[in-house]
């Protein structure tokens, strides 16, 4: 826990230093932010849940005969960012059907989710081999150079869009370099479409949204004795249609200064000033094959669901 806690105080101190300030994203998901994206995940507004589900159940067995590797044989499925393994399922339910030789190593940074998953899987699946590794994904991409045999990369939801573009290339390429011929990734897209529905999937009226950004104040009040008051913050989300780009940010609505602990340090906010705290990119399949091409990989097949909100995509290197 020591190592995580310093790694958090220190993303902070930079963070909070830069104009405007940030923190990433990836520290949402302690328990409770895990506890909250389950309920997101199930709002009317948040489409692209649904929209990958869809796309599972009705392309399911196609998916799990592009993962699998050509000639037959052994292989690991890795999967960042696990979650809860919901749509994971479908596709596990088809590999075990197939009779696929294979083992499942679920990554995820949240021990409680990893800990729910693995006994759900237990339960469901008993036949399943499972390997968990509670993680962060840079950590779990170093790892992944060192798994020899065959293996199957999955980075489902909506999460490349987390990235900025330089960090979004980056990772394909770690990503990528790992990989043989014939590994293989799988990796979820959000597509665009009507601005006011995806704006609406990031501020969703019950408020579940606002509550999982200010959930990352209350982790660092835990975590590194802060003492963000919530009540001077607000969550704000924005969508901008020409290059697909959801922010989300943390609004400080008054003037106020707020001590860290851990760093022995206090931060000065002017009223309104922000906190950008997410981004989530939308994309066409035309941009996804260009990026796919400057990561050193290929698109080897899509799976898009009926309305094209969503876009499943297996890729592989572009060396045979």
């Known amino acids: 826990m020591v190592n995580v806690v310093s790694e958090l105080a220190q993303h902070v101190a930079e963070g909070l230093r830069r104009e405007p300030k940030t923190l990433s994203s990836m520290y949402f998901y302690d328990d409770l932010g895990s506890r909250l994206f389950?309920?997101?995940?199930?709002?009317?507004?948040?489409?692209?849940?649904?929209?990958?589900?869809?796309?599972?159940?009705?392309?399911?067995?196609?998916?799990?005969?592009?993962?699998?590797?050509?000639?037959?044989?052994?292989?690991?499925?890795?999967?960042?960012?696990?979650?809860?393994?919901?749509?994971?399922?479908?596709?596990?339910?088809?590999?075990?059907?197939?009779?696929t030789a294979f083992t499942y190593a679920p990554v995820d940074i949240s021990a409680g989710a990893m800990t729910g998953l693995v006994d759900a899987l237990g339960q469901e699946l008993p036949a399943l081999r499972v390997v968990p590794v509670v993680s962060d994904?840079?950590?779990?991409?170093?790892?992944?150079?060192?798994?020899?045999?065959?293996?199957?990369?999955?980075?489902?939801?909506?999460?490349?869009?987390?990235?900025?573009?330089?960090?979004?290339?980056?990772?394909?390429?770690?990503?990528?370099?790992?990989?043989?011929?014939?590994?293989?990734?799988?990796?979820?897209?959000?597509?665009?479409?009507?601005?006011?529905?995806?704006?609406?999937?990031?501020?969703?009226?019950?408020?579940?949204?606002?509550?999982?950004?200010?959930?990352?104040?209350?982790?660092l009040n835990r975590e590194l004795g802060a003492d963000f008051g919530l009540a001077k913050w607000q969550h704000y989300t924005d969508y901008n249609p020409l290059n697909g780009a959801v922010r989300s940010y943390l609004v400080s609505t008054e003037a106020q200064q707020v001590h860290v602990e851990a760093l022995d340090e206090t931060f000065a906010f002017a009223a309104w000033e922000v906190i950008h705290t997410e981004n989530s990119y939308k994309f066409t399949l035309s941009q996804?094959?260009?990026?796919?091409?400057?990561?050193?990989?290929r698109v080897v097949e899509s799976f898009t669901d009926a309305a094209g909100d969503f876009a499943d995509v297996v890729l592989a290197t572009q060396h045979e």
């Open 38 to 99: 389950q309920q997101i995940m199930e709002l009317p507004e948040y489409y692209p849940t649904r929209a990958e589900f869809s796309i599972f159940r009705e392309h399911g067995a196609a998916i799990a005969a592009a993962l699998s590797p050509p000639a037959g044989g052994a292989f690991e499925l890795v999967e960042l960012g696990a979650g809860d393994g919901a749509k994971t399922k479908l596709l596990l339910r088809e590999l075990l059907r197939a009779g």
């Open 137 to 219: 994904y840079a950590t779990a991409l170093t790892e992944l150079r060192t798994r020899p045999g065959r293996k199957a990369v999955l980075f489902l939801g909506s999460n490349i869009g987390n990235f900025n573009p330089s960090d979004r290339l980056d990772f394909l390429r770690k990503l990528a370099f790992p990989l043989a011929p014939a590994d293989r990734l799988l990796i979820g897209f959000d597509l665009q479409k009507d601005p006011r529905r995806i704006r609406a999937a990031y501020d969703d009226a019950q408020g579940i949204t606002a509550a999982f950004n200010l959930n990352l104040l209350m982790r």
């Open 288 to 297: 996804i094959e260009a990026l796919a091409d400057e990561a050193g990989l």
